[in-house]
């Protein structure tokens, strides 16, 4: 089993940037492939983006990409966001999840993962 733990959220004004990192404790992050979504207020959890066990393959929604940047430090069993360009339709909760599975993958659909983290509240001012 993995503890997940978000960090970095916050207030920021539109154009500006947030780097989240999801810190990851309990069995090594690098045994899951990693995703992060978000849910805006009055809305459903939508995906943003994942990245494989390994770090090899990188999947982001259309809405974000260009714009998002994930990563993975495995031997800091940590995994990042960097957002630039950041919109008020971004504000949202981001949270955090790892995915179980022995496939080197990245997979959108939030029953995929198996463990999530808490949340961090993103805000982006008009």
């Known amino acids: 089993q993995v503890q997940l733990v978000e960090s970095g959220g916050g207030l920021v004004q539109a154009g500006g940037s947030l780097r989240l990192t999801c810190a990851a404790s309990g069995r090594t992050s690098s045994r899951y492939n990693m995703g992060w979504f978000r849910q805006p207020p009055g809305k459903e959890r939508e995906f943003v983006s994942a990245i494989s066990r390994s770090g090899g393959s990188t999947n982001y929604a259309e809405s974000v990409k260009g714009r998002f940047t994930i990563s993975r430090d495995n031997a800091k069993n940590t995994v990042t966001l960097q957002m630039n360009s950041l919109t008020p339709e971004d504000t949202a909760v981001y949270y955090c999840?790892?995915?179980?599975?022995?496939?080197?993958?990245?997979?959108?659909?939030?029953?995929?993962?198996?463990?999530w983290g808490q949340g961090t509240q993103v805000t982006v001012s008009s």
């Open positions: 999840a790892a995915d179980a599975s022995s496939r080197d993958r990245t997979v959108r659909g939030h029953w995929n993962y198996n463990y």
